[in-house]
T-cell receptor, first 113, second 109 residues
Framework: DAGVIQSPRHEVTEMGQEVTLRCKLI?????LFWYRQTMMRGLELLIY????????DSGMPEDRFSAKMPNASFSTLKIQPSEPRDSAVYFC???????????FGSGTRLTVV | GIQVEQSPPDLILQEGANSTLRCNFS?????LQWFHQNPWGQLINLFY???GTKQNGRLSATTVATERYSLLYISSSQTTDSGVYFC???????????FGTGTRLKVLA
């Protein structure tokens, strides 16, 4: 089992550009979570999916952010247009059941200049 | 919403020492996890422990849900234990977890 796989590991982009972050779930997991970590705000839940359906997107900061889960094993988080305040580490995590907890990916460090 | 407070915020230990990290939460919860974020940023799930006690090697955790706190014990600490320890809590019927601000641990050789 390769764990939760995120790509890219690092992304540097210019303000105004579109950014797409990718996440591959662990096989058999049916819940997917996107988190953002910053020094100021800590770990914040952006959105979570259960069985490919978005359940709660109340943490998505604004309309510039969107997330999709086109199939049971893959998700994307898109920021368009990106802004310097979007700079953070973005994690995805998956779970196969609430009693088993989360498994996090290694994160994507996004820098918007 | 639920407030999650962790203490102490920072902790420095000599290798071999024991420590106790605390997580207090402001409302009833049905789910609780402890995570370790290592110096490279990787978040590792340590325990899923909504109640009771669990042990895994040198680590153990206890949650007293009725009193709204959880403790993480680290015995015979090693330099590889350094990093930030997070407590995350969630309520019934949801996978949504609220993370505490963490305890930053540094173990000196």
């Amino acid at each position: 089992d390769a764990g939760v796989i995120q790509s890219p590991r690092h992304e540097v982009t210019e303000m105004g550009q579109e950014v797409t972050l990718r996440c591959k779930l662990i096989s058999g997991h049916n819940s997917l979570f996107w988190y953002r970590q910053t020094m100021m705000r800590g770990l914040e839940l952006l959105i979570y999916f259960n069985n490919n359906v978005p359940i709660d997107d109340s943490g998505m900061p604004e309309d510039r952010f969107s997330a999709k889960m086109p199939n049971a094993s893959f998700s994307t988080l898109k920021i368009q247009p990106s802004e310097p305040r979007d700079s953070a580490v973005y994690f995805c995590a998956s779970s196969s059941g609430i009693t088993l907890g989360y498994t996090f990916g290694s994160g994507t460090r996004l820098t918007v200049v | 919403g639920i407030q999650v407070e962790q203490s102490p915020p920072d902790l420095i230990l000599q290798e071999g020492a024991n420590s106790t990290l605390r997580c207090n939460f402001s409302d009833s919860v049905n789910n609780l996890q402890w995570f370790h974020q290592n110096p490279w940023g990787q978040l590792i799930n340590l325990f899923y422990i909504p109640s009771g006690t669990k042990q895994n090697g040198r680590l153990s955790a206890t949650t007293v849900a009725t009193e709204r706190y959880s403790l993480l014990y680290i015995s015979s600490s090693q330099t590889t234990d350094s990093g930030v320890y997070f407590c995350a809590v969630g309520t019934s019927g949801t996978y949504k977890y609220i993370f505490g601000t963490g305890t930053r641990l540094k173990v000196l050789a």
